[in-house]
């Protein structure tokens, strides 16, 4: 069993870098303003990728950067310097999905480690076999591969391999969609997916449309959430396990990194499958971060009607996460806090952490900035006052119970 497997997780900006490590990451990856598929979003110049590879080396972690546009000749303008930069501030490895761009990373920048995309749909021995020729250090499998195929593939492959645990699936083949250029002329192989499959449609029947604007079709599949495989992914040697999410919240990031850290762990402490009850635990744990329906994605084979969401988006917001701690004063047992969601008086929240596991308390008091009493707290961003009657850290979360 590999009980040092990798935990790797999204990063959108620098403040959720930090999270995601702090909160039990061995990995986080990231893009920069170019030459990755979420450049849109993505808030890395070299300034900040620098700073998370320095945060990450104190924990002992590291950083990857996604290079993994489909790109064009004129998108390869700048990209020996940028991988150069790279490397030099201490980046890992480099998360790519063409041919050209293996070749000048190993021409340019030759510490980097190369891991090949999901979005090159790897789904056998001999491409793996394959791209190891071309010089590829690592590669992520494709999201279309079933247990039994990622146990074949991770047991005989010659380079290290990678699977994804939780987050986003796509409705066509990974990388191959091309829905969003046909509808927008935004490239999804170059940064600009306007996720078309997530829209909501008219349907005609013989020219007739059944559809109505109460009940719109629209077709994304629901979020991966592999906790019950765990075991059978450490078992197989997979090297590095991956959450998606790169545009998901700090509370996101810290709440499904920390649950599969522990999951992660107690797996590899006790070397047996986890307890119908232990995996409940973590299931429920990682409820709590859900804002889309899961399911377990192509692990038990293909997809089912089940897995998929029609007519909905399943998108929603929940509003658990309430607030994260600024310092703790253990003479007072009182909490700065500073608000992110409404709470009040007699609520029971929990805390949780990277030091504290789920610790819950009945709110006795709220004490704001003035020095006030107040009964409810429902000004973002404000701070406060809680007194929590155990020891809590700077930067713990507080959610509701």
Known sequence: MNKKIELLAPAGDLERAKTAIRFGANAVYLGGKRFSLRSRASNFDLCDIKEACDYAKEYGAHVHVTVNMIPHDEDLDGLEDYLKELENVGVTA????????IQV???????????????MSTTNLKAIEYYKRLGVDRIVFARECNLEEVTFIAKNSPIPTEAFIHGGMCVNYSGRCTLSNAMTLRDANRGGCAQSCRWK???????????????????SSKDLMAAEFMYDLMEANVASLKIEGRMKSAYYIASVVHAYRKCIDEIGLTGQRLSPERLAYYVNELAKAENRPTSSGFYRGLP??????YGVNGAGVTHDFVGVVLSY??????????VRNVFTINDELEVFGPKIDNESFIVQSIVNGDNCKI?????????????????VYPEDMIRRK
Do not use: C, G, W
Request: hydrophobic residues 40%; aromatic residues 6%.
């Open 94 to 101: 480099v998360i790519v999905a063409s041919p050209s761009i």
């Open 329 to 338: 004063d253990e003479v007072s047992k009182t909490a700065l806090v500073q």
């Open 105 to 119: 990373v190993k021409k340019v920048a030759p510490k980097l480690e190369v891991h090949l995309s999901t979005q």
């Open 304 to 309: 089912t009607y089940r897995d998929h969401l």
């Open 201 to 219: 449609y008219h349907l005609l029947q013989d020219e007739q449309e059944v559809s109505t604007m109460d009940n719109l079709f629209s077709m």
């Open 375 to 391: 009964d409810i707290a429902n000004q973002p961003m404000t701070e406060v006052r809680v007194p929590i009657p155990f020891t």
